[in-house]
């Protein structure tokens, strides 16, 4: 008896040790491949114009693989285990294929993210709006879903194969110049002549106007800012003016200024903006 549990004892506390020494290296490989990745991203976040979607995707991808992978060889290691897993995949096709069902949207989340980051429809950091309603900045894209933050500051989780399915539409997409469309109607009455340049002058003396004119259009002597009549309404000469910025955040503070102080230019030179009016008898 003395013989047996001598015996017996080591080589269970022996694969004990085994089985927690691959254990504590799987969490410090992980621990240690977070940190890597982590550093990586910060120092590329301090990098305008990096693109962190790759190590944001890849960091949660290999820490899940090396999770994976460590409990797996921690389970393989286990001869009581090694045998029910052997006889379970042996004998339970009906299960396994239960669970396929059942991991099958998960799998399509996983597939549809690995091809988001692959093809990049879009990236961390785009503004991007889906179902005309959900506007706002990619936050995250992770192995299941996309994080997405409205400009109210909540997020929206989308998965990716849903997303994957949607049109959507992207400001940042290969490039970040955004138009803002300034679109002001005047009165019959007033110069239209005058208003185009007053237009023209408040979208060019801002600060965060560019010229987004190319070569050939600059040799071909179109005006740095454009401005049209666009449309005769009922009670107005509808026009337009565009104005480019270097990203969409600068395209709305543009037109919110632009508004203001070419209605303010209006007011001094004498170009009417008509508004309805309403005329009441009272018997």
Same mark, same amino acid.
């Given at each position: ?9 080591? *080589? ?11 254990? $504590?290296?799987?969490? $410090? ?17 301090s990098k305008s114009g990096d693109d962190l979607t790759n190590l944001k995707f890849l960091k949660r991808g290999v820490g899940v693989i090396i999770y994976l992978t ?12 090694? =045998?029910?897993? &052997? ?6 096709? =009906? ?36 179902? &005309?309603?959900?506007?706002?900045? =990619? ?12 400009? &109210? ?25 955004? &138009? ?20 023209? *002058?408040?979208?060019q003396n801002h600060p965060l106007f560019v010229d987004a004119r190319t070569i050939d259009q600059i040799e071909n002597g179109e005006p740095i800012v454009p401005v ?11 026009m337009r003016a565009w104005a480019t910025t270097n990203n969409p955040a600068d395209a709305f503070i543009i037109g919110c200024d632009l508004f203001e102080s070419i ?8 170009? *009417? ?11």
């Amino acid at each position: 008896m003395d013989g047996i549990i001598g015996n017996y004892i080591p *080589e269970e506390w022996h694969l004990v040790v085994v089985v927690s020494v691959v254990l $504590i290296v799987t969490i $410090i490989t992980a621990s240690l491949t977070n940190i890597i990745f982590t550093r990586a991203i910060k120092k590329s976040e301090s990098k305008s114009g990096d693109d962190l979607t790759n190590l944001k995707f890849l960091k949660r991808g290999v820490g899940v693989i090396i999770y994976l992978t460590g409990i797996g060889v921690a389970i393989y290691m286990i001869p009581q285990l090694r =045998v029910l897993a &052997t006889t379970l995949f042996a004998g339970a096709g =009906v299960l396994a294929l239960a669970i396929g069902f059942a991991s099958q949207q998960a799998l399509a989340n996983i597939i549809s993210g690995i091809f988001i980051v692959m093809f990049k429809p879009y990236k961390i950091n785009d503004r991007i709006q889906i179902r &005309t309603d959900l506007v706002g900045i =990619v936050e995250d894209i992770n192995l299941r879903h996309t994080v997405i933050k409205d400009f &109210t500051n909540q997020r929206i989780i989308v998965p990716n194969s849903v997303i994957s399915n949607e049109i959507l539409v992207n400001a940042n997409y290969q490039e970040d110049k955004m &138009t803002k469309r300034i679109d002001i109607g005047i009165s019959y009455g007033s110069d239209i002549d005058l208003a185009r340049t007053i237009m023209a *002058e408040e979208v060019q003396n801002h600060p965060l106007f560019v010229d987004a004119r190319t070569i050939d259009q600059i040799e071909n002597g179109e005006p740095i800012v454009p401005v049209r009549v666009i449309s005769l309404g009922d009670s107005s000469v509808n026009m337009r003016a565009w104005a480019t910025t270097n990203n969409p955040a600068d395209a709305f503070i543009i037109g919110c200024d632009l508004f203001e102080s070419i209605k303010k230019r209006f007011d001094n030179e004498g170009i *009417e903006i008509p508004f309805p009016h309403r005329t009441i008898y009272q018997k």
